[in-house]
């Protein structure tokens, strides 16, 4: 048969919970494990066969790497879907298998066939052009430049996030000039 991909797809989430998903991960690790179980804060869960111990396992990374379940293909698919029907926001499973068998339970439990071509009209569904500007946004705010987070967050598209950082910058720009031009 050759290697088939399934997933059960990302959950949806705001650009409000994709910055407080981002904040998670790149903030304190107090903020992080508190965060582990929020509501926005859907964990990617991957189900593989471990070939040196000869089980399948699911598992993701927060903080370290959380076993939900090691041992049968259908133990593991009953895992990582609890841990996806959680509800919380980009929560995605992912799962390879190589045969027919595998392939029928993965379908069974309601995993949906993956490509690179279904996830990307999946995203766009939902995704806008904002989500392109996180890392941008961060780092104007980590090096205090900017208030650029709030920007994001109160904008409509990327376009407008642009503008307002612009306005920013072109205001404080004059401000110095405003003051070197006192002296």
Same mark, same amino acid.
């Given at each position: 048969?050759?290697?088939?991909?399934?997933?059960?797809?990302?959950?949806?989430?705001?650009?409000?919970?994709?910055?407080?998903?981002?904040?998670?991960?790149?903030?304190?690790?107090?903020?992080?494990?508190?965060?582990?179980?929020?509501?926005?804060?859907?964990?990617?869960?991957?189900?593989?066969?471990?070939?040196?111990?000869?089980?399948?396992?699911?598992?993701?990374?927060?903080?370290?790497?959380?076993?939900?379940?090691?041992?049968?293909?259908?133990?593991?698919?009953?895992?990582?879907?609890?841990?996806?029907?959680?509800?919380?926001?980009?929560?995605?499973?992912?799962?390879?298998?190589?045969?027919?068998?595998?392939?029928?339970?993965?379908?069974?439990?309601?995993?949906?066939?993956?490509?690179?071509?279904?996830? &990307?009209?999946?995203?766009? +569904?939902?995704?806008?052009?904002? %989500?392109?500007?996180?890392?941008? $946004? =961060?780092?104007? @705010? /980590?090096?205090?430049?900017?208030?650029?987070? &709030?920007?994001?967050?109160? +904008?409509?598209?990327?376009?407008? %996030?642009?503008?307002?950082?612009? $306005? =920013?910058?072109? @205001? /404080?720009?004059?401000?110095?000039?405003?003051?070197?031009?006192?002296?």
């Amino acid at each position: 048969m050759g290697s088939k991909r399934f997933w059960l797809p990302t959950r949806p989430y705001s650009i409000v919970a994709a910055i407080n998903r981002r904040s998670a991960a790149t903030g304190s690790i107090r903020y992080a494990e508190l965060a582990e179980h929020a509501d926005y804060n859907g964990h990617f869960v991957s189900v593989y066969f471990n070939e040196y111990r000869r089980y399948w396992v699911a598992d993701y990374t927060w903080a370290g790497r959380i076993v939900i379940a090691r041992g049968s293909l259908e133990s593991c698919l009953r895992a990582a879907k609890a841990e996806y029907d959680r509800g919380a926001l980009g929560a995605c499973v992912s799962l390879t298998v190589e045969s027919d068998e595998d392939a029928a339970a993965a379908v069974a439990a309601g995993f949906q066939p993956w490509s690179e071509v279904i996830e &990307g009209d999946h995203n766009k +569904s939902w995704r806008d052009d904002r %989500f392109e500007c996180l890392s941008e $946004a =961060f780092q104007y @705010e /980590r090096h205090g430049l900017a208030p650029s987070i &709030g920007f994001l967050a109160n +904008s409509k598209t990327a376009a407008e %996030f642009r503008s307002k950082l612009d $306005a =920013f910058f072109a @205001e /404080r720009k004059a401000q110095r000039s405003d003051t070197r031009g006192a002296q």
